[in-house]
Structures are given as C-alpha cells and as structure tokens.
C-alpha cells in the first residue's frame, strides 16, 4: 500500500518543464511525418543546407547546421522560438525533443511504478538453490555468447593490456551489478557483507577509471569535468526532484561523485607535479589502511560481543580518550604493518614455489593438529 506524500515544488517545476516539451515533440514528430505524404508542403526555408539537414533528421540526428546554429542563436530567441512551435525550429531539434520527452516519461514510470497503487506488489522470498542456479546460468549463457578478446593496447608501451583494462574492468562492473539486483531482489541477506566489498571495489574502479584518464591524456578541461558531473550527477538529480527523495538514497552517486571531484583535484591542480610530489602522512597512512580501519573495532571501538556492531566507544582515560587511543591506534597499526611484512618475507618465498608449497602444507598441518587438541581439550572441559 503506498503511503501518498505532498505534491512538492520540484515535481511540479518538472511537469511545467516536460508537459511543453513533449506537446513540441509529438508537434514536430507530425511536422517530419507531413513532410513525407506532402509533397505540396511548403519549403520552410531557402537555405541550400536545409535539404541537408532534412535528410539527417530522417536518421533520427541532428544536423551540424542545426547544431551551429543552436549554439550561435541566443536563449532568447530558442525560447521564442519554441514557445511559438516554429516549425523549422521544431524539425531541427526534433531529436533533442524526443530525447528529452522519453527521459521524462521514463521517469514517469518511476513514479507510476513506486509512488501509485496502478502495478501490485509482493514480498521477497529468498532461495538459495535458485539464486545459485540464476547466477550459474547468468555465467553459463554469457560466456557461450559474449565472449571476446579484446586488443587495447597500453598508450605508453604499446603492448597489449592483459590486465585492468577498460574491458576487463566493464565486465567487473558488470558482474557485480548483476549481484545487485540478485541481491537485491531476492533480498539475499546472507551475501551482505560481499555486497559492501563490491560497492567499495566499484567506487575504486570509478577512481581508478578517473586516473587512469587523466593521467594518460591530462585532459583537465572544464568541459571534461563538466561531462563526468553530468553522467554521475544529471540522472539522479532527476529522480531525486520526481520521486521526492534524498539524495543520499542513492549513495553510490554521491560516491562516485566525491572520489571524482578527489581524482581531479589531486591530478588537476598543479598538474605538471604529478609524478614529482607527493603527502607523506598520507602516503603512509595508506600503507596501514588495512590494520587501521580493523585495529579501529577493537581498540578504539568495542562492541561487547562476537560478530556485533562496533556500538561503543572505548575508555581508558575520561576527557582525553580520543586522543589516546587515536595514537595508540595508529602506533599498533603501523607495527602490525611492519610485522606483517616481516612474517611474509619468511613464509612466502618469491622464487620457490616448491617451498611455497612445502609451508602451505606444514601449516595446514600444525594447524588441523592443534585445532584437533584443541576441540579435544573443550569437549572434556565442558
């Protein structure tokens, strides 16, 4: 049962927006199809490059004629000019229109399907054995029908791209975006915590995409900037204003957004420093963001029990807690860094795999054996 809101302001600004928008549509959609029945129609201009721009807007495109002059007129004058449905105004911006009236009325099916009672709903319910299938089958019917190799080749060395490339990266997008809506959907609890690491690798692979671009082609234009705000930013302000929400609700935009305006303001101010300088602290502080961000739950935090929320804070000294633990915190941290390297360094050899082996197996087996006792010793004792 939907529980009906107050009409807002922003949703009738997009009704007054939209509703001339597609009467121009739907006027100029009559306008192309007259043209074609008519042959008696009268010229609407004697420009040579008229005929030209006709025969592109029969594709469904707009002209470069149109296109220039669109950009020389004035806001004015295109104002004018569409308030009054001028024809020749209408056919050549009749792809525009149609654009701009199917975005709305896709977002009028967003409020017919979640605001109305027009479509009924029902509850989730959560299978195991069919999510596993759907998703096997998923794997199964995309690797018999899209499977390609690609040939990006690196713009620095020119060999090919074996790893994180564009496609690679797309196909990961892909993937865990699948999981989304799988998640989602079936309301599969069980896969949560997975699902927070593939919105933390999909904000990543959006910082990294951001560098990768920048870096390569130091494109730090306004209108490059201004083309990636609008592909995060121009949809979900949309559906913010209809649908009446926050936004916030759709977290992954804010996100997106935040660690963009962060790529572009580490590599596009002062740019030509680059690969010359760098933040210490920061640098350091990255190196330790694993033992940080897990000391933080038990030695900054506490949440007095197994598998809890992180819900209290830790005290050892009233007043000035904070600043104490925080130290503390970041000193183990960094020496939990550095141990462990040194225990890598003499458990993983870099260039014998078959002692590799040898020490997987030993410690699975020092392993099994204490956890063995171990279960021995519990069970006696209880």
């Not at 997975?194 to 234009?221: E, L, Q």
Request: aromatic share 16%.
């Amino acid at each position: 049962m939907v529980v009906p809101g107050p009409v807002t302001a922003g949703q009738v600004s997009f009704l007054l927006g939209i509703i001339p928008i597609f009467i121009a549509w739907i006027y100029s959609e009559w306008l192309e199809y007259r043209s074609h029945i008519d042959i008696n129609l009268p010229e609407l201009g004697n420009e040579t490059n008229k005929e030209d721009d006709r025969a592109l807007l029969l594709e469904g495109g707009l002209s470069k004629s149109a296109s220039a002059k669109q950009s020389t007129s004035s806001i004015k004058t295109i104002l004018i000019r569409f308030l009054t449905m001028d024809e020749s105004f209408l056919l050549e911006h009749r792809a525009a229109l149609r654009a701009m009236s199917e975005f709305g009325g896709i977002l009028f099916y967003f409020y017919i399907c979640d605001r109305t009672d027009v479509f009924a709903d029902s509850t989730k319910s959560y299978s195991r054995d069919l999510f596993l299938f759907l998703f096997i089958l998923v794997i199964i019917v995309s690797a018999m029908t899209s499977l390609k190799k690609h040939q990006d080749k690196s713009s620095f060395s020119g060999k090919p791209l074996l790893y994180l490339n564009r496609h690679q990266t797309e196909e990961w997008k892909g993937w865990m975006q699948v999981l989304f809506l799988m998640y989602h959907y079936f309301a599969a609890t069980e896969i949560y915590n997975a699902i927070r690491m593939f919105i933390a690798a999909y904000v990543w692979m959006t910082g990294f995409g951001n560098f990768s671009y920048y870096y390569i082609r130091k494109d730090f234009s306004v209108a490059r900037f201004a083309q990636m705000m609008w592909r995060l930013n121009f949809f979900v302000a949309f559906a913010c204003i209809v649908l009446n929400n926050d936004y916030m609700l759709y977290y992954i935009c804010p996100m997106h957004t935040l660690f963009t305006l962060m790529v572009y303001g580490a590599l596009g101010i002062g740019n030509k420093y680059n690969e010359k300088l760098f933040l210490c602290v920061n640098s350091w502080l990255g190196k330790i963001t694993l033992e940080t961000y897990i000391s933080q739950f038990h030695i900054w935090l506490r949440s007095n029990m197994s598998n809890g929320q992180p819900k209290w804070l830790l005290c050892l000294i009233p007043d000035i807690e904070s600043l104490v633990l925080f130290h503390l915190r970041m000193q183990i941290s960094c020496r939990l860094f550095e141990l462990t390297n040194t225990l890598k360094s003499l458990f993983i050899p870099t260039r014998d795999n078959r002692q590799l082996l040898y020490n997987f197996l030993a410690g699975a087996a020092i392993s099994a054996c204490l956890y063995f006792i171990a279960f021995i010793l519990v069970q006696i004792i209880t």
